[in-house]
């Protein structure tokens, strides 16, 4: 199982990124996709959740209102869109694919399938 996350980059404070996952078709049918985030000195965080089955997603209240995750299923990929981004949002961002109930949707223990992280820094 192979996940890719890519897009990271340096962003202003206020600016906005698009982080993509790209995954196999075999994933995106059957395996919710998930965003975590590690910032420096910090435990990895859920961020986001996208479900197979109906396409609901869930975020963390940090980033709620601002991050918008979507799929495109002709392109087999996961996004992460990210506006008004801040210092806080700093880390190195995750996509991670699990089939799990909707209780344990922020658990990393729920996701087998990680890709390799993508760095967002926000700063001025």
């Known amino acids: 199982v192979q996940l890719q996350a890519c897009g990271g980059g340096l962003v202003q404070p206020g600016g906005y990124l698009r982080l993509s996952c790209a995954a196999s078709?075999?994933?995106?049918?059957?395996?919710?996709i998930g965003w975590f985030r590690q910032a420096p000195g910090k435990e990895r965080e859920w961020v986001s959740c996208i479900s197979s089955d109906d396409d609901s997603t869930d975020y963390v209240d940090s980033v709620k209102g601002r991050f918008t995750i979507s799929r495109d299923n002709a392109k087999n990929t996961v996004y992460l869109q990210m506006n008004s981004l801040k210092p806080e949002d700093t880390a190195v961002y995750y996509c991670?694919?699990?089939?799990?109930?909707?209780?344990?949707?922020?658990?990393?223990?729920?996701?087998?399938?990680w890709g390799q992280g993508t760095l967002v820094t926000v700063s001025s």
């Open positions: 078709r075999f994933i995106l049918d059957y395996y919710a």
């Open positions: 991670a694919a699990g089939r799990f109930i909707a209780s344990t949707r922020t658990y990393q223990s729920a996701y087998p399938y």
